[in-house]
């Protein structure tokens, strides 16, 4: 309730702590009994009556409040109730004084801080003066008896709770340490494995097209010279063929670079968007708007692809060096714009996939379509091509980006010039998104050349 210590404790309890709560509550009702058994062997129907009926009213109380406490319901109202009514009866009815043990727990598992002492001390305090004035007034020890023993019980209990908070403490930093470490494996086994499946790529397809483009090169500069038509048309169909195998060879050792770039993996987004597209690029412009932040690491991975898809679409059939990269930070989003001032083509006249390419748009708008982000391609033949992505961040997404950052597994939460990216020429930073800061609505998204992606 307030922060003199007037407050309940909801918090779930342990198995631990139930079986003691249920310990408790059978030592109650086994004393409560034995006690209004003693009392009515002991004293006239008479004075039965008052006393048992207050005892009964106890018992309801102590019930009712035992029932809340496991259902997680306010109680606290119901529990000054019951300890207003047993102070009375014990005072009444001294030989209930032994149900005080029970009572006086019940009020420490309901209140926590000075109203927990308070309500404690009035039960120890009532029981006292019971068993004073059973004494006829002249035993001191059955006045301080109580008090002391309340006062040791709350020590007990204090240390045993103090014990048990430190105990949730560590457990609880033992189970994010687990968290963390569990999350650090499955990353180096991602990277493990992708290392793994780089290398056999590279020790067998890519080796063996390098090979056959090795043998087709010889037989074409082996041809004999001067056949017949039929033996021309052969030497183009082996040209052809060795074209095609480069090409299949040049995509084969990009999809190793791709697979085994660990530079990419721990770098902050911005350093490695720009990894990404220097494989393919010389000189790209790169620059980043609004305030740089974590974002999940599938949004990572698939910008990250975009960036190099585009790239190499560009390196391939823009018929320019000249690109310019714009990555952005929004509120509720992360934007990717790609530009290059090529050859362009007409995105609606783009081939149907084949074996000789056409897999690189749809791949990359399939990335970010799969986040529920937008992405698109505006180009025009001689005009250049620009694509476009935007991925939303929901707010959970942001805050355990965060959390991850904070125990060292992402990028920096704020990157005024990000490290390693002020030293490269053609890059820029700013800290706010402006009105032309490159981000483009999802109609016109960012990236690379498409034809024949």
Request: with cysteine; proline share 5%.
């Amino acid at each position: 309730m307030s922060a003199s210590g007037e407050v309940q404790r909801p918090q779930a309890r342990s198995a631990l702590e139930r079986r003691i709560d249920a310990a408790v509550h059978v030592g109650f009702a086994v004393l409560m009994v034995a006690s209004g058994v003693r009392w009515i062997l002991r004293h006239s129907p008479a004075d039965n009556a008052g006393v048992i009926a207050l005892a009964l009213a106890v018992c309801g109380l102590y019930a009712v409040v035992a029932i809340l406490s496991q259902r997680r319901r306010p109680w606290a109202a119901w529990m000054f109730a019951l300890v207003a009514a047993w102070a009375a009866l014990v005072i009444l009815a001294p030989s209930f004084a032994w149900c005080s043990v029970a009572i006086f727990l019940l009020c420490r598992m309901a209140f926590s801080g000075w109203t927990a002492y308070l309500a404690a001390g009035a039960t120890a305090a009532a029981t006292a003066v019971g068993l004073f004035r059973l004494s006829g007034g002249t035993d001191v020890a059955m006045l301080l008896g109580p008090l002391a023993v309340g006062a040791l019980l709350t020590f007990v209990y204090d240390r045993i709770e103090n014990d048990a908070a430190v105990q949730r403490a560590l457990h609880r930093e033992v189970t994010e340490a687990q968290q963390l470490l569990a999350a650090r494996e499955r990353e180096a086994g991602i990277a493990a494995e992708r290392e793994r499946v780089a290398r056999e790529i590279h020790d067998t397809v890519t080796q063996g097209l390098a090979s056959a483009v090795l043998l087709l090169e010889a037989a074409e500069r082996s041809w004999p010279v001067g056949l017949n038509n039929a033996d021309g048309d052969a030497r183009d169909d082996v040209r052809r063929a060795t074209g095609l195998l480069r090409t299949n060879l040049a995509d084969t050792r990009s999809l190793v670079h791709q697979l085994s770039q660990p530079g990419l993996d721990a770098a902050p987004l911005p350093e490695a968007i720009r990894q990404a597209a220097s494989a393919y690029l010389d000189t790209p412009m790169f620059t980043v708007t609004g305030e740089p932040r974590p974002v999940p690491a599938e949004t990572r991975h698939a910008l990250i692809r975009v960036t190099q898809s585009a790239a190499a679409n560009i390196r391939r059939h823009a018929g320019t060096a000249t690109a310019s990269i714009t990555l952005g930070y929004l509120p509720d989003a992360v934007t990717l714009d790609v530009f290059d001032d090529g050859r362009g083509f007409d995105p609606a006249q783009l081939p149907s996939p084949s074996g000789q390419g056409g897999y690189g748009l749809r791949a990359m708008r399939q990335r970010i379509e799969q986040l529920g982000g937008a992405f698109s391609v505006e180009s025009a033949p001689g005009e250049g091509t620009v694509i476009a992505a935007q991925v939303p961040l929901r707010a959970d997404e942001a805050t355990a980006a965060d959390e991850a950052t904070a125990a060292g597994e992402a990028a920096p939460a704020r990157l005024a010039t990000p490290a390693g990216l002020a030293s490269h020429p053609g890059m820029t930073t700013h800290a706010s998104v402006t009105a032309d800061s490159g981000v483009r609505p999802p109609s016109s998204a960012s990236s690379g050349e498409g034809e024949g992606a």
